[in-house]
């Protein structure tokens, strides 16, 4: 659904999620750092020039996605990523440095859709590490079993992306950006 149609159908949800999105009325320190660092940061990425020359990026269509994916691989010192091997291969660029696992339970997962169960239940129990999920075109299911398996942390939920990031230290809170 285009933009201006959606603004026209649900002009309440548009409104609160146009608010989230710049910032106003995010309570969490972590979700409004979230949001300007990784969701709608405007500064360069050294990356950013590598991926629009990339031959496997027709189009551009994925690369505000991949962007986002990279910045969220930068905001924090994961130690591995997971990328769902059915995302397009632009994904692959997106961790930089980060060291790639074949294992869903790493510290960031990227996936398309849906989490694997292994990505799910690391959400549940971070421990002492920061745990995160980038999803993709989440399916509708999806953010509702993120909320019933993570007790703690914060939920950002976009139209095209949900991103959860489990922390014990942070109260469970969700946004629609």
Not at 57 to 63: D, I, K
Not at 110 to 126: D, F, M, Q, S, V
Not at 144 to 166: S, W, Y
Request: charged content about 25%; hydrophobic content about 40%; some cysteine.
């Amino acid at each position: 659904m285009s933009s201006p149609l959606r603004w026209l159908l649900h002009p309440a949800d548009s409104y609160k999620r146009r608010r989230h999105y710049l910032g106003f009325g995010v309570h969490s320190p972590m979700a409004y750092r979230l949001i300007n660092d990784v969701v709608r940061r405007h500064g360069r990425y050294y990356l950013y020039d590598e991926l629009d020359c990339l031959p496997c990026n027709p189009g551009g269509r994925h690369s505000h996605l991949v962007r986002m994916a990279h910045r969220l691989c930068a905001r924090f010192p994961w130690r591995n990523v997971w990328i769902d091997p059915g995302l397009p291969e632009i994904y692959s660029h997106a961790p930089g440095t980060v060291e790639r696992t074949q294992d869903a339970s790493a510290d960031l997962c990227i996936a398309h859709g849906h989490l694997p169960a292994a990505a799910l239940e690391r959400l549940a129990k971070p421990g002492a590490d920061t745990v995160a999920s980038l999803v993709i075109d989440p399916e509708p299911a999806m953010l509702r079993e993120i909320e019933e398996a993570m007790p703690r942390g914060v939920i950002l939920e976009g139209h095209d992306v949900l991103i959860a990031l489990a922390r014990r230290d942070i109260a469970f809170i969700k946004y629609a950006i």
